[in-house]
């Protein structure tokens, strides 16, 4: 149970079939949140909800292309019959899993253009969508999730660290354009994390990158959540613009 309390927030979820999606979904209900867990993988997030009634909590699936304008309005509308409202929307969903590593010369431009699609155009969309129920709540929370690749500026992996560098971006004009709202805006930036994508990208994953950090041990979901919790709590309610990268103290050595 999170010792952070989240008792009456209504939350979206993106990307919650499975991996960090799932651990945000479950970590905002078990703190009391009622929670849309939403991913272009309905039957996932059919899971995930489920998992959450299961433990008590209060939870609906949704499906959702976040790169499509009718399909993220259609998820604020779900949230707005099922909840009555929006307080804080969870920017998790991203093209991660299946991507190869290779030079940028190599990338084809469909692949590209599917990552930026989904990866910067998809957070956009749901910002968009989920902002005038803020407003009419009278302020909100919108959580990015990018992702320490950003800092390392990790090779082979051109269109996965731009796009996560665009969502940094976009946080900073986003909470800068909706501050008057009463809305913050933010961004957790997770390091390498053990969740079913990644361990299907290497061998040996569990001891990737390990040998570098201050705390030496790979991260799991549940190191990922507290972030995001925070930066929905009334406790943050003062900072926005911001990002926390998790990844154990990685980029500092």
């Not at 604020?76 to 920017?91: Q, T």
């Not at 998809?122 to 803020?134: C, E, I, R, T, Y």
């Not at 390498?192 to 994508?197: K, M, P, Q, S, W």
């Amino acid at each position: 149970m999170s010792t952070i309390q989240l008792h009456g927030k209504r939350v979206i979820v993106t990307g919650a079939a499975g991996g960090l999606g799932r651990g945000f979904a479950v970590a905002f209900a078990a703190s009391g949140a009622e929670v849309v867990a939403a991913d272009i993988r309905l039957g996932g997030a059919e899971d995930t909800a489920g998992l959450i009634r299961d433990r008590g909590g209060k939870a609906h699936a949704a499906e959702v292309d976040v790169a499509s304008e009718a399909s993220t309005a259609a998820l604020a509308e779900f949230a707005l019959a099922r909840m009555s409202g929006v307080d804080v929307l969870v920017n998790n969903a991203a093209i991660y899993a299946g991507l190869e590593r290779r030079g940028f010369e190599a990338i084809a431009e469909a692949e590209w253009d599917r990552v930026m699609r989904v990866n910067v155009k998809g957070v956009w969309m749901m910002s968009k969508a989920a902002a005038p129920l803020m407003r009419r709540a009278g302020g909100g929370a919108i959580v990015n999730v990018s992702s320490a690749t950003v800092m390392s500026g990790s090779p082979m992996w051109l269109h996965y660290v731009s796009s996560k560098g665009a969502v940094i971006a976009m946080t900073r004009a986003l909470a800068r354009e909706l501050g008057d709202d009463r809305i913050t805006v933010n961004v957790i930036a997770p390091g390498f994390t053990l969740t079913e994508a990644s361990l299907g990208l290497m061998e040996n994953a569990a001891e990737y990158g390990v040998s570098r950090g201050a705390l030496k041990r790979a991260a799991d979901v549940d190191d990922m959540v507290g972030g995001a919790l925070f930066f929905a709590s009334p406790a943050a309610a003062f900072i926005t613009g911001q990002t926390l990268i998790v990844d154990g103290g990685r980029q500092f050595i």
